[in-house]
């Protein structure tokens, strides 16, 4: 057999990789100590990747990371034991109790419950009831619960189509009369899709729960099964009758928060408190005891089965962000394109240089709908303050108040789906429909803690563990 076909025991391992493996009389799933240039690694053999190169072995180590060491530098391997591989997920039955909410999961891709699958390196969700009562036992204490994969896609994959199918279903749901709505979603866009629901689906008599996780279910720091089961328990005994976004509140596995969807940001790339109500606060905190809210200005569950949904979508708009030295021809490339709106997110309060000028008329004159939001992300666009904002609106610039910058987008997507009158257009972009727009920011609804100063590390020793 040649040294480039793999062999029983080396799943997908080729190459330098396979010879290593070959030369020390190991396999995968075998636990090994490796001695390499570079030091001593204890941890699981797992199988190659599909897309992975021939020229290293992955780890797992103790902590759960996996690392890749090059075959070339490995001096010794030492087999202490070894594991059986288990791909599938145990399923059990989900029992069923006529006393509980009824709750129904959409699935759209993402890694909320799931495992991963080392030969082709992708993550496999557990998603059927039984598959996720096998992972999350504790979800049975809570509902009964019903799953439907309606997509299974990354995040950056999902748009006006998914929105649409999404919202159509959530309504189907609403209408045979479910008690609460949780979705499954991949993170990086979560939130786009929040502030699409919220529009596309208002007035809802239940909780519509949106949730994923940051670190997937085979990592002994994943966000999973909590940030599930906190969904779960808003979904069926919240009484916020809301599009939300639930994921860990702290980095340690102590609450979630329920966030409104048009007023949340994913704020991170990797912490699993990544997402953040911005210019204000989240609605209520939630732990496997229950569900505490911070406020009282939420639409309320109800018991009818009554909803309006409005799937209009426009993907004529783009979200430009301004940067110092910008040209107008940036801006009249999306006019030649055919764009019927465009956000902005401008410097300080708002604000684009006068080299844009000439865009912004041309886009006035070409009946374009031009909106002017912060890159801040924090605050309220205020364009009567200084000339440059002043001149600006008399070029047809119309600003946006404290609406976040991807909010306004998904925003003036949908109104442009319903209409194209100036006036008619400024109405709907300026008619509040889910908190995106606020009268002001509490005073604790900008917080943000920088690392070093005397006032900050003392806060920090206090809550640290």
């Known amino acids: 057999m040649s040294e480039s076909a793999p062999t029983e025991g080396h799943d997908g391992y080729r190459g330098p990789g396979l010879a290593v493996l070959q030369r020390h009389g190991v396999t995968v799933w075998s636990e090994v100590e490796i001695k390499a240039a570079s030091g001593r690694f204890r941890g699981l053999i797992l199988p190659r990747s599909e897309t992975a190169d021939d020229h290293h072995i992955v780890l797992k180590l103790a902590s759960g990371y996996n690392i890749g060491l090059a075959a070339e530098v490995i001096q010794q391997i030492t087999q202490h034991g070894r594991r059986v591989a288990q791909y599938k997920i145990p399923e059990k039955e989900f029992p069923t109790d006529p006393s509980k909410p009824n709750i129904v999961l959409f699935g759209?891709?993402?890694?909320?419950?799931?495992?991963?699958?080392?030969?082709?390196?992708?993550?496999?969700?557990?998603?059927?009831?039984?598959?996720?009562?096998?992972?999350?036992?504790?979800?049975?204490?809570?509902c009964n619960l019903k799953t439907e994969k309606l997509f299974g896609v990354f995040s950056e994959n999902m748009g006006p189509q998914q929105y649409v199918c999404l919202a159509k279903r959530i309504g189907e749901a609403i209408a045979d009369g479910v008690d609460g709505i949780v979705i499954g979603h991949g993170t990086d866009t979560m939130h786009h899709t929040a502030a699409a629901l919220t529009f596309m689906v208002q007035d809802p008599p239940i909780p519509i729960v949106m949730v994923g996780s940051q670190r997937s279910s085979d990592r002994p720091s994943s966000d999973a099964a909590l940030s599930l089961i906190c969904a779960v328990t808003a979904a069926a005994q919240c009484d916020i009758a809301e599009v939300m976004v639930c994921m860990f509140g702290p980095t340690s596995d102590q609450y979630c928060l329920l966030h409104r969807g048009t007023r949340v940001r994913k704020m991170h790339s990797s912490y699993r408190s990544t997402f953040r109500t911005i210019g204000d606060i989240p609605l209520a905190m939630v732990d496997q005891q229950g569900i505490t809210p911070f406020r009282d200005d939420y639409k309320r569950r109800r018991s009818d089965h009554l909803v309006r949904l409005n799937t209009a979508y426009s993907e004529d708009v783009t979200l430009l962000y301004y940067y110092p030295g910008m040209k107008p021809d940036v801006m009249e490339a999306m006019i030649e394109k055919g764009y019927r709106g465009i956000v902005i997110a401008g410097t300080g309060l708002g604000h684009v240089n006068k080299l844009t000028y000439r865009a912004l008329e041309r886009a006035r004159d070409k009946g374009v709908h031009v909106y002017m939001t912060v890159q801040t992300i924090w605050g309220f666009v205020g364009m009567y303050v200084y000339e440059t904002g002043r001149e600006m609106m008399e070029l047809g610039v119309i600003p946006l108040a404290n609406m976040l910058p991807e909010v306004a987008f998904i925003k003036l997507s949908w109104v442009l789906g319903q209409t194209d009158d100036r006036d008619e257009v400024k109405r709907l972009m300026l008619t509040t429909i889910g908190d995106e727009i606020t009268e002001r920011e509490p005073y604790n609804g900008y917080l943000v803690y920088q690392g070093a100063v005397p006032e900050v590390q003392e806060f920090l020793r206090k809550i640290k563990h």
């Open 108 to 142: 759209t891709g993402g890694t909320i419950a799931s495992r991963l699958d080392y030969r082709t390196g992708a993550v496999i969700p557990a998603f059927s009831p039984g598959e996720l009562y096998g992972s999350v036992p504790e979800l049975a204490d809570l």
